[in-house]
């Protein structure tokens, strides 16, 4: 009796490595670094595979509810983004503590808590 269970753990657990090994040949075709990136893993591997949203993330490494976070960005970002870029490549030696609060202003809308 003890033995058929053991039997059953064990095939349990060899099948959950093959899908997870055949989740990340699946995704992992370049690094998963950030979040952006391993949301659209997680719903490649959703609508590809097939699998749970759980598993998907467990298997990236995504928190789910990192996974179900609508990121908000601000309408100003690239355009500040754009000027701090052209301050750096303008004066190169400020570094990047000092570039932003250099932006006559600009970097006080940068920091608004919503």
């Known amino acids: 009796m003890d033995w058929e269970a053991e039997k059953k753990h064990l095939r349990r657990m060899v099948s959950d490595l093959t899908l997870d090994k055949l989740v990340l040949a699946e995704v992992a075709k370049g690094k998963l670094l950030s979040p ?25 490494g ?19 983004t754009a000027d701090i870029i052209d301050l750096a490549r303008q004066y190169s030696r400020y570094g990047y503590r000092r570039i932003p609060g250099s932006n006559s202003g600009e970097a006080g809308r940068s ?3 919503m």
């Open 36 to 60: 952006c990136r391993r949301r659209a893993g997680v719903d490649l591997l959703m609508t590809e595979i097939g699998i749970s949203e759980r598993r998907a993330c467990g298997a990236l």
């Open 62 to 80: 995504q928190y789910r509810s990192t996974q179900r976070k609508i990121s908000m960005k601000s309408d100003d970002e690239v355009v500040l």
């Open 111 to 113: 920091n608004v808590v």
